[in-house]
């Protein structure tokens, strides 16, 4: 099978935080592979803006780096790298100041595609937007971009989408949340409103109830003292989990259009019930011999911050009434595992003997390792003995089913940023959508702070605390293995 990858119109692509872990992390090792693919066009410029003193060769020397450390080595040894380089440039540039805006000037072009991506603290936001404004650097066409976390809470998400909108408007910005540029995130909508298959069984009449995990196997590590203002709750729910439970609870569109979806995703997040204080599971990590607990990473004895999180929660339409979808994730689990599972109904009544056995379909979307799909039917087992079911696999593995061409699909980070450049804000999240998860998790956190709740302690390589299997156990049900 032939990808096909349609280059991009020419771009000036400016990164705030140009030096920091971030961009050199993901964001030019995959501006870097959209480079290799074709999709660049020979004009593009990347232009990464900081604080730090250096010139164009000092800045491509660290680029480079980065790129041999997180940018997969291959592409750099025939030269490919060399000729990447030449596209990036660099302006110190202090967000809070007035130096240097005028040199960045200089560097854009008229007539292409101008982007700014913020790749620095929210702090910054409102200054780096005031400034571009200021010096003439952005147009009533220019985009930017920006990072979560965007708010710690609905009052400051509220001050930072005003700071936004007071020089940009809301066409103009993108607000990331990677987990919305991943393949199978995408394969999801594809797989609802692409088939007959699925869309008449996706109610509350066939689906039981869903389940979304993300687990992770790594802790807070050096991450600590950030982590514990914000927690599994403000760190992942929030934004990432709230948006898979969006796409897969939300309405059909009627365009793939970006305010087609985002109204009806806004539509999801304004139907969820409150959730009640005993259908939430907070938990924390301990120590694992010589590894230090959570508390100990977090460099605070007595916090009360989660590294885990598990919980109930109903959308409360007429299309999910009465199913329940689960939302789990943590630090320090039993494997790095991300899926989504659409667990149906019983067949409303068994034609076979009682011990035939009995297997329920259930859809798993599965976000890493190894992004696929697999969808499990009930066969017949094999051979003589009667009729005894077996529930069995249709696994379409991305990387099986469209061979080496899946290795080449873009990671969420450069979809994201050749959207931005379409134009694309799709998979972008609307100021209103990030304000109305923030409404909704407030009052959850802020319940916390009012009992003085304390997370309960979990081993290191478990699947969290007993009490989160106890919340399935108590309605019948039981989450999935989290495995690898
Ligand atoms: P970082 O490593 O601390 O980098 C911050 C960058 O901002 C540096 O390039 C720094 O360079 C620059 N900077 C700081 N103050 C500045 C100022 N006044 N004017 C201009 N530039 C300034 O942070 P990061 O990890 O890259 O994260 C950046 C943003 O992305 C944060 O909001 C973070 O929460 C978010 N984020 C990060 C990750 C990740 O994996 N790292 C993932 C998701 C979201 P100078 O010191 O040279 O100015």
Not at 101 to 108: I, P, Q, V, Y
Not at 312 to 333: D, M
Not at 406 to 413: G, K, L, R, S, V
Request: charged share 25%; hydrophobic share 40%.
């Amino acid at each position: 099978m032939v990808s096909r990858v349609i280059p991009v119109d020419p771009f000036d692509l400016v990164i705030f935080g140009g030096t920091g872990d971030l961009a050199r992390r993901k964001i030019f090792p995959g501006l870097f592979r959209r480079f290799c693919s074709g999709q660049m066009q020979e004009e593009a410029r990347i232009i990464g803006a900081a604080r730090s003193e250096m010139d164009d060769a000092g800045f491509r020397e660290m680029i480079a780096d980065a790129i041999r450390e997180f940018g997969g080595g291959r592409a750099c040894e025939d030269g490919t790298l060399e000729a990447f380089l030449n596209h990036v440039f660099y302006e110190q540039v202090d967000a809070m100041g007035t130096g240097g805006w005028e040199a960045l000037k200089g560097r854009l072009r008229s007539g292409y595609v101008r982007a700014f991506y913020f790749s620095v603290g929210p702090s910054l936001f409102g200054a780096l937007a005031e400034r571009l404004r200021t010096f003439g650097l952005a147009d009533d066409e220019s985009r930017v971009v920006v990072e979560k976390p965007f708010g710690h809470d609905l009052a400051t998400a509220r001050a930072l989408n005003k700071a936004l909108a007071e020089h940009f408007d809301e066409t103009q910005i993108y607000r990331i949340d990677h987990y919305l540029g991943k393949e199978t995130v995408q394969n999801l909508m594809a797989v609802r409103f692409g088939n007959v298959l699925f869309e008449p069984l996706w109610n509350a009449q066939y689906v039981d109830h869903i389940q979304i995990t993300v687990a992770e196997t790594v802790g807070v590590g050096g991450r600590g003292e950030y982590y514990d203002k914000s927690g599994a709750m403000r760190d992942m729910v929030q934004n990432h989990l709230m948006q898979l439970l969006c796409l897969i609870a939300m309405e059909p569109p009627a365009r793939f259009e970006p305010d087609a979806v985002r109204d009806e995703k806004l539509k999801v997040i304004r139907a969820l019930e409150p959730v009640k204080p005993h259908h939430i599971v907070r938990g924390q990590y301990d120590a694992d011999g010589d590894a230090p607990s959570y508390r100990e990473d977090a460099g605070d004895t007595r916090s009360t911050t989660e590294s885990f999180i598990a919980m109930k929660c109903h959308v409360s339409n007429w299309r999910w009434a009465g199913t329940p979808i689960y939302l789990r994730t943590g630090k320090k689990l039993r494997a790095r595992a991300s899926e989504i599972a659409v667990v149906f109904k019983d067949a409303p009544h068994s034609i076979f003997p009682e011990d035939a056995g009995r297997h329920r379909n259930i859809l798993t979307i599965r976000l890493q390792p190894n992004e696929g799909m697999e969808l499990g039917v009930t066969i017949k087992e094999p051979g003589p003995g009667g009729m005894r079911l077996l529930d069995v696999p249709l696994d379409m593995s991305f990387a099986e089913a469209l061979g080496p061409d899946a290795e080449e699909a873009p990671d969420a980070y450069e979809r994201l940023i050749m959207d931005v450049i379409r134009g694309n804000q799709t998979l972008f999240m609307r100021g209103d959508e990030v304000e109305a998860a923030w409404a909704w998790t407030d009052p959850i956190i802020e319940g916390w702070q009012a009992r003085g709740e304390v997370p309960k302690p979990y081993d290191v390589g478990s699947s969290g605390p007993d009490d989160s299997l106890m919340l399935l156990h108590r309605d019948g049900r039981k989450w999935r293995d989290i495995r690898a």
